[in-house]
Structure formats: structure tokens, C-alpha cells
């Protein structure tokens, strides 16, 4: 099993749809837990981090399950500005582990 | 505040050559990652540093990959020689605090993309 397994994409939506991103890992003693965001050709930008009690920022809500080792990303009215490579991270005593990617196309 | 800095930005060498990346991470930041991220592929963690020392080198080729952190700023990764597999970009990163501290931001440089011909 890999460190970090993510739903293998690409996502097609149209603007203004809800979106969702699964991610599972492995390690059941990994400490923190984030989203990073990678537009084409760019570096990883940090997204949001992502906490026990699930945490919202504008239209972007995380959520942790350490029972089933599960992070999930929802992204709701989406925009074309949305289209990116979204990474799953996860950090056990000191590294970080990245995720294949989940790409999203968001189209008019 | 400035960003991490990495260069060159791009570079081609055929293969069995050797080529060297340096990186200056944000300043004051203890933890420093070099990544390798092959096309469809998410970051692979090649070495981290804590200051200048070493935290993790466990998924580095060590048998062509060196790098280091001299004084604990600057790192140059190196490889010698290139194979045709090594093609990716090559990320470094820099984290505020150490490797105990839990959510710490990974702040990532442009990266420098490698073809090896």
C-alpha cells in the first residue's frame, strides 16, 4: 500500500459545481495533515491545513477521519481560477509525504 | 520576505554527465527538503536537512545523488553521473521550524527542471 494514495483524476466540472477529493494514507502514526494546491508548471502551494474537527475556508472544507486514516478536500461553487493539481500531504515524525496529485479542469 | 531561490531554472545534459542545483532557502528556516517530481507524479522526497544536518536521506540515490547544506543555509544538490530517468524537476523547499514542529508550512521554490538527453 503507498504512503499516500489519492483518486486518480483528471475531474471535469463545470463552474459552479461541487467537487470532492479523497485521500488515504497509511501510516496510522502520521502527526499533521494538509492540502497543497500546484498549478501547471509551478511549485506546491499550501492550501489548507487540515485539523481533527475539520476546518473550512471560504469554499474549501477539510476533513480528517485518523479512525480510517481518510482526509477529504471539498471545494464548493467551483471556478475556473480552480484548476489546478491538488496534492494530499501527510507528516509523520519529520517528513513529508506527498500524494500522486488529483487534477481538476474547470470549464465555463 | 523573499521566497526560496533555486538555479538554474532549467538545464539539459546528456546522459552520464554531472549537474549540480543550488538552493537558498527563506531565510532563518531550519528544515530544508530536496524533492524530485517526475511529469504526473507527485514530490518525492529526496533528502531533508535540519540546520545542516541530515533528518532523512533514505529514498536518495546515494550512489549518484549527493547534496548538502554547508553552515546550514545555502544547499547544492549533485548528480553524478545522469541518467535518462533522473528527467524531472527538482524542488527545494524550506520550513520555518524543525522536524518536531507539527503544522509547519513547506514553502516551495520554481524548481528546476532537468532533461537528461
Known amino acids: 500500500r503507498k504512503e499516500v494514495e489519492q483518486d486518480p483524476g483528471p475531474f471535469n466540472v463545470p463552474e459552479g459545481a461541487t467537487v470532492a477529493f479523497n485521500c488515504t494514507y497509511s501510516?496510522?502514526?502520521?502527526?499533521?495533515f494538509f492540502w497543497y494546491r500546484q498549478d501547471c508548471r509551478k511549485e506546491p502551494k499550501l492550501l489548507m491545513s487540515?485539523?481533527?474537527s475539520g476546518n473550512e475556508d471560504g469554499r474549501f472544507t477539510a476533513q480528517l477521519n485518523r479512525a480510517s486514516q481518510y482526509i477529504s478536500l471539498l471545494i464548493r461553487d467551483s471556478k475556473l481560477s480552480d484548476s489546478a493539481t491538488y496534492l494530499c500531504?501527510?507528516?509523520?515524525?519529520?517528513?513529508?509525504?506527498f500524494g500522486k496529485g488529483t487534477m481538476l479542469l474547470v470549464s465555463p | 520576505e523573499a521566497g526560496v531561490a533555486q538555479s538554474p531554472r532549467y538545464k539539459i545534459i546528456e546522459k552520464r554527465q554531472s549537474v549540480a542545483f543550488w538552493c537558498n532557502p527563506i531565510?532563518?528556516?531550519?528544515?530544508l527538503y530536496w524533492y524530485q517530481q517526475i511529469l504526473g507524479q507527485g514530490p518525492k522526497l529526496l533528502i531533508q536537512?535540519?540546520?545542516?544536518?541530515?533528518?532523512?536521506d533514505s529514498q536518495l540515490p546515494k550512489d549518484r545523488f549527493s547534496a548538502e547544506r554547508l553552515k546550514g543555509v545555502d544547499s547544492t544538490l549533485k548528480i553524478q553521473p545522469a541518467k535518462l530517468e533522473d528527467s524531472a524537476v527538482y524542488l527545494c523547499?524550506?520550513?520555518?521550524?524543525?522536524?518536531?514542529?507539527?503544522?509547519?508550512?513547506?514553502?516551495f521554490g520554481q524548481g528546476t527542471r532537468l532533461t537528461v538527453v
Open positions: 523547499a524550506s520550513s520555518r521550524f524543525g522536524v518536531r514542529a507539527v503544522n509547519t508550512e513547506a514553502f
Open positions: 501510516n496510522s502514526a502520521s502527526q499533521s
Open positions: 487540515v485539523y481533527s
Open positions: 500531504v501527510v507528516k509523520g515524525y519529520s517528513t513529508l509525504t
Open positions: 531565510s532563518g528556516h531550519a528544515t
Open positions: 536537512f535540519q540546520n545542516n544536518g541530515v533528518v532523512d
